[in-house]
């Protein structure tokens, strides 16, 4: 069954430093998500992804961040001066747009979960 | 702004048992509704999706309804296992043109002693 897949699991960095995480959603979906998970608190929308467009981006998602669909495979979030708040589980997502339930479920990947120290 | 509230934040039942997982939100102009396994330090796994226009959704040991005039929605687990031991998240897309993202609960920890 298609996978969302995301490299790398764990990510250590310095505040300041960038990290890029990349994502290879499932082939043939078209609707791309970032999603993040602060330990112990709840899932956070970060930004969504549509036809090489940021469609919609929340608070979190200020100058620091960035997206990319830089092939047609990959998708992937820079961060550009590390925090240490930018401490969590980074997910991405993805979706078809085809009609119906399957269309609009959004299949997450395993994660990335970086630590700024 | 949207909230969704899960209710209890940790369950622990015997195998076997029957058991109801609840989620409510704040908003009940929403898109749709979808339901989610954790794993421990692992990512989500979706389980159901319900539409708008549904009122619940069946796959396997699982059945989710959605009440959206009530701003509730449960996810009933048949006969569980302990292997069903996982955090439970609910969230809600809402029925805002052109918005797409999720809005999560907090979950509920459901442990299925053996």
């Known amino acids: 069954e298609p996978e969302v897949t995301q490299t790398p699991s764990h990510q250590v960095t310095q505040m300041g430093q960038e990290v890029i995480l990349r994502c290879v959603p499932i082939?043939?979906?078209?609707?791309f998500y970032w999603y993040r998970q602060i330990l112990g608190q709840k899932v956070e929308f970060l930004v969504s992804?549509?036809?090489?467009?940021?469609?919609?981006k929340s608070e979190i998602f200020d100058d620091q961040f960035s997206v990319e669909r830089p092939d047609g495979s990959n998708f992937t979030l820079k961060i550009r001066s590390t925090k240490l708040e930018d401490s969590a589980m980074y997910f991405c997502?993805?979706?078809?747009?085809?009609?119906?339930?399957?269309?609009?479920?959004?299949?997450f990947g395993p994660g990335t979960r970086l630590l700024v120290l | 702004k949207q909230e969704v509230t899960q209710i209890p934040a940790a369950l622990s039942v015997p195998e076997g048992e029957n058991l109801v997982l609840n989620c409510s939100f704040t908003?009940?102009?929403?898109?749709?509704l979808q339901w989610f396994r954790q794993d421990p330090g692992k990512g989500l796994t979706s389980l159901l999706l319900?539409?708008?226009?549904?009122r619940e959704q069946t796959s396997g040991r699982l059945n989710a309804s959605l009440d959206k005039s009530s701003g509730r929605s449960t996810l009933y687990i048949a006969a569980s296992q302990p292997g069903d031991s996982a955090t439970y998240l609910c969230?809600?897309?809402?029925?805002?043109?052109?918005?797409?993202?999720?809005?999560f609960g907090k979950g509920t920890k459901l442990t299925v002693n053996p």
């Open positions: 997502a993805s979706r078809s747009g085809t009609s119906g339930a399957a269309g609009e479920t959004q299949y």
């Open positions: 082939s043939n979906h078209l609707y």
């Open positions: 992804f549509y036809n090489n467009e940021i469609s919609e």
């Open positions: 908003d009940s102009a929403i898109y749709n």
């Open positions: 319900i539409q708008s226009s549904q």
């Open positions: 969230a809600v897309q809402k029925a805002d043109g052109g918005s797409e993202k999720l809005v």
